[in-house]
């Protein structure tokens, strides 16, 4: 129904940025909430951050303050705007839509892998 396409991973220092984009295969209508959610090896997989179709947002505690998530005006790609980068930011990043219309359904992206070391 709506796939998902992640980009914009790859290695940096710590300190610098990274914005990472995730297109989805059509605009998305009605009620949803667009996430990125990121896994490292031996952690469990977590929640970065979200924006809702009515434009709010959200962040986990970690990432305050230094990450930013944005959505375009035809709400087809979102973006992760990570800045002052930490090594413990290295994960593997997903992007995830979750529809709210009528009933939970979750679609998700295959990742973009996140290095952060010097």
């Known amino acids: 129904q709506v796939q998902l396409v992640e980009s914009g991973g790859g290695l940096v220092q710590p300190g610098g940025s990274l914005r990472l984009s995730c297109a989805a295969s059509?605009?998305?209508?009605?009620?949803?909430?667009m996430g990125w959610y990121r896994q490292a090896p031996g952690k469990q997989r977590e929640l970065v951050a979200t924006?809702?179709?009515?434009?709010?947002?959200n962040y986990a505690d970690s990432v305050k303050g230094r990450f930013t998530i944005s959505a375009d005006n035809a709400k087809i790609t979102v973006y992760l705007q990570m800045n002052s980068l930490k090594p413990e930011d290295t994960a593997v990043y997903l992007c995830?839509?979750?529809?709210?219309?009528?009933?939970?359904?979750?679609?998700w992206g295959k990742g973009t892998p996140v290095t952060v070391s010097s």
């Open positions: 995830n839509l979750r529809l709210t219309t009528i009933v939970r359904m979750d679609y």
């Open positions: 059509r605009v998305i209508f009605g009620s949803y909430v």
């Open positions: 924006i809702t179709s009515g434009g709010s947002s």
